[in-house]
């Protein structure tokens, strides 16, 4: 199994790396900080699993040559599973992203980063009710203090293929049983 | 099954109706400093303190270290004891790993083992620590991006945008990463553009280190004089290369407080590979400029290149051993200057020639790489572009530095 690190620029994808694998890739506060992939090793339930830190990237149409890596990345992985990281202060740009790799047909879990921030911003976001429509795994972590960490790994295997037309099945109909109330 | 964009943002339209919910917030006091830092009117005040705070803690780490210890420690105790302790004195050994017999300090020395170490430990590493901690805090409060934007407007007279700062400023540490970081640039006009103008203008860390302890009452001139020269040459390639140079919508990231973890961290990485991929170039560059005196080939071409040094350039022949250095490191090219007899005027313009003439071979092999991204055509591109730019603005530029220190009376 090989595990991509997916997501927007800035949203920690190299603290969850360095976190994930115990290597030390560069991390700062700055979108674009990772240019290049790098990989390493993580364990799950003894078994050695790859982990790949991706540079970040807005959607699956690069803007420049660091986006080109993660596309190309991801093009190339065809068997990967895919922990998307999202900023959770941010989460409706975020979750195109996510959708565009799920309409490709890859198995994702994923990662509400940065949530002590969408918190001391007050925005709450209900994580069952999001699992329930996208049907794949959704956690809240803060990597940079290691919350939420060992939960994301633990789940890391029930990654699922997200299946666009019960995504939009359960997006409608949670909201009509939501008007009904 | 795919969705068109707009069914997709429909869909999260849908999605985040359902599941987040924006309570109020206000403002807080990091919002504020936020705002401050980012709005021309107070943020460019700002920048330039915060700019020149960064050049101040350089400077006087470095010069800290440098010369409060290391010179202490190098001319008063390692080089005369290893001049009593290494054998032979007239032997190509003693003068390739000690050098001059009798030199009273490292810099007039000349061997791996002296000067050599004296540049690479002594003077290169602690400006080199010096600049990496301070830009690892820019780093990680989140100041970068803000400087982005401030610069924004003026990158893009010269056809680049704010984020063109990001590889500047990296390759003031050093040239390397400053060109791998060129790939968040959008178009491949300004990947080039910034690539060659930072090859050209911007002096490494480890080189501004060596400026620093030879002529510091220079440094700030030169700096600005490089500066003006890759505005200058930004804003005639802009003109002369097709292409784009499209605006960016630009995220400006929250300031953090650096974690200490994390900033120990890159520290230790930055100066760990500074010391792996650094120091043997220094090294064997010594050995190299040795070999070359002792043989007699560094004399054959001073003498074939003294009409285009004395004559154009204005500097001495001698110069062309610190330009055979510079191929390998600019520290130690900048360093051999030191111990050659010259005027004020020709130092400065040795300087300059030596900044500006090729990149180093590690920034070198690290543009052939960029542009194999491309395959060979992209390399040939890369190469053959970046040596037409450095053969134009040597001339050119050097050109100018002369006629500037002609009318200001500097001999």
Known sequence: MKVLLMGHPNVG??????????????????????????????????????????????????????????????????????V???????IERSLYLALEIMEEGYPMVIALNMWDIARDKNIQVDVEKLEGILGVPVLPTIAVSGEGMRELVSRIEEAKKGNIQMILKNAEGMENEADHR | MKLTIDERWELIDRISRQTVAFGGYKHTLKDAIGDLTVKPLTGIPIALTVLYGFWSFFCSFAGFFTDGFMVKIFDDHWLPWLMEVFPDPDGWLFKIFVGEYGAESCFEAFGVLTSGLFVAVGVVLP???????????MEDTGYLPRLAVLIDTLLHKIGLHG??????ILSLGCNVPGV?????????????????????????????????????????????????????????????IPG????????????????????????????????????????????????????????????????????????????VAPLVAGFLRKDLAIFQLASMEMTAGQLITS?????????????????????????????????????????????????????????????
């Open chain 1, 13 to 82: 994808k190299s603290v969850f790396f360095n976190r994930l694998t115990g290597a030390k890739v560069t991390e700062s506060n700055y979108p674009g900080t990772t240019i290049d992939y790098t990989e390493g090793w993580m364990r799950i339930m003894d078994k050695e699993v790859q982990v790949v830190d991706v540079p970040g990237t807005f959607s699956l149409d690069p803007k420049d040559k660091a986006e080109e890596v993660a596309v190309k990345m991801l093009r190339e992985s065809k068997d990967a599973v895919i």
């Open chain 1, 84 to 90: 998307c990281v999202i900023d959770s202060s941010k």
């Open chain 2, 127 to 137: 400006a080199i620590v010096a600049f990496y901690l301070f830009l690892i805090v």
């Open chain 2, 163 to 168: 984020f063109a700062v990001v590889p500047m």
């Open chain 2, 180 to 240: 791998t970081a060129t790939r968040n640039l959008e178009t491949e006009k300004q990947r080039f553009m910034m690539i060659a103008l930072l090859s050209v203008f911007i002096p490494c860390g480890a080189q501004l280190g060596v400026m620093l302890e030879l002529v510091p009452e220079y440094v700030g001139w030169i700096m600005i004089f490089l500066i003006m020269g890759m505005f200058v040459f930004g804003f005639i390639l802009n003109k002369l």
């Open chain 2, 244 to 319: 784009r140079a499209p605006e960016i919508l630009m995220d400006v990231p929250p300031y953090r407080k650096p974690r200490w973890r994390n900033v120990g961290n890159k520290l230790w990485m930055r100066t760990s590979s500074f010391f792996t991929t650094a120091i043997p170039f220094v090294l064997l560059g010594v050995v190299l400029v040795n070999l070359m005196y002792l043989t007699g080939m560094m004399d054959r071409l001073a003498t074939v290149f003294s009409p285009l040094l004395t004559g154009y350039f204005g500097v001495p022949e001698e110069t």
């Open chain 2, 351 to 411: 300087i300059v020639l030596i900044s500006l003439y090729f990149p180093c071979i590690a920034t070198f092999a690290m543009i052939i790489r960029e542009g194999w991204s491309s395959g060979w055509k992209g390399v040939l591109k890369y190469l053959a572009g970046s040596l037409l730019v450095l053969g134009f603005v040597v001339f050119v530029w050097v050109g100018v530095l002369r006629i500037i220190l002609m009318i200001m009376g500097v001999d």
